[in-house]
């Protein structure tokens, strides 16, 4: 029987084209974003030390919501360079910046991973939010993240923790996994609960270099009105769920989202949709 090993630039070409996919969904559930994501974002900033005047690059910025946050905090004396491995997304990233007037903010489509062919030492501070988890070799990343920065220059990231903590999002995943008989993620196999411990994170900045290294922890529920408003966020906008659907014909796949629907209603409350999230932000110091 043939081993099964991981791929890391299929992976890559998948998770691009699921972006693509999923770009304008990603986009359009933009408020939902800023207000889930939104604590857990001034505070990646704050680690950051993102002020009046920074230089930000952010890596995997996606549509671009915590961009513009750290656009507004730099102000037009800054500068905010947002990145992606997705065009597609990028340019809803671009346009969010140019509605609010933020000049000072530049796209970049760039694989993470990549970051040592952007100067050294030309950043103040680099961000990432929910956005590395996907990364095949996240220290290559933050070792280009160290490159980037000046000396003196902070990162900051944020992850979600592990699965047991994040049910809006690992129930479905398990469901789907069950459901289409797909074998357990491989080790050292990239996804979204891959930086789920402080331990973890702060192992990971350290090997890359960083010193002053810290790591939290920060509930963050999705609260929404209903589970079905949960479905149709990750339906529409969770790539990811549908590459693990693909290889089911369409009336299993409904079975599934229906499924699906049905576990997410324990998260149903008499104050709404309070879906289980928990982040892990990390950061330290070139």
């Known amino acids: 029987m043939a081993t099964t090993t991981f791929d890391p630039v299929k992976f890559k070409e998948t998770t691009r084209a699921q972006w693509q996919n999923a770009a304008k969904a990603w986009n359009d559930w933009g408020g939902l974003l800023s207000r889930w994501l939104g604590p857990a974002t001034e505070r990646m900033l704050d680690l950051a030390g993102v002020g009046e005047g920074s230089r930000v690059l952010d890596v995997a910025a996606g549509a671009g919501d915590q961009t513009l946050t750290a656009a507004r905090r730099t102000g037009p004396s800054g500068r905010v360079l947002a990145t992606d491995l997705s065009p597609a997304i990028l340019d809803f990233a671009a346009q969010n910046a140019s509605s609010q007037g933020l000049d000072h903010v530049s796209t970049q489509v760039l694989d993470g991973e990549e970051l040592d062919t952007l100067p050294g030492g030309s950043f103040d501070a680099v961000i990432s939010r929910v956005g590395m988890i996907y990364f095949p070799d996240q220290l290559k990343a933050l070792r280009g993240m160290h490159h980037a920065l000046r000396e003196g220059g902070r990162v900051a990231l944020v992850s979600y923790s592990t699965a047991d903590k994040n049910g809006f999002f690992s129930v479905p995943v398990g469901i789907i996994r069950k459901r289409a008989g797909l074998p357990a993620p491989l080790p050292g196999q990239p996804g979204p609960f891959s930086l789920g411990t402080t331990e973890v994170m702060t192992e990971l ?72 999230c928990e982040l892990v932000i990390g950061a330290g110091v070139k």
């Open 205 to 276: 900045l350290e090997a890359a270099g960083f010193r002053e290294v810290q790591a939290e922890l920060m509930d963050a529920p999705v609260l929404l009105d209903t589970a079905e408003e949960c479905l149709a966020f990750e339906k529409e906008s969770f790539g990811a769920l549908h590459q693990m659907l693909s290889g089911l014909d369409p009336v299993e796949q409904e079975s599934v989202w229906n499924e699906i629907a049905e576990a997410l209603r324990e998260y149903q409350t008499d104050k709404g949709f309070v879906g289980p």
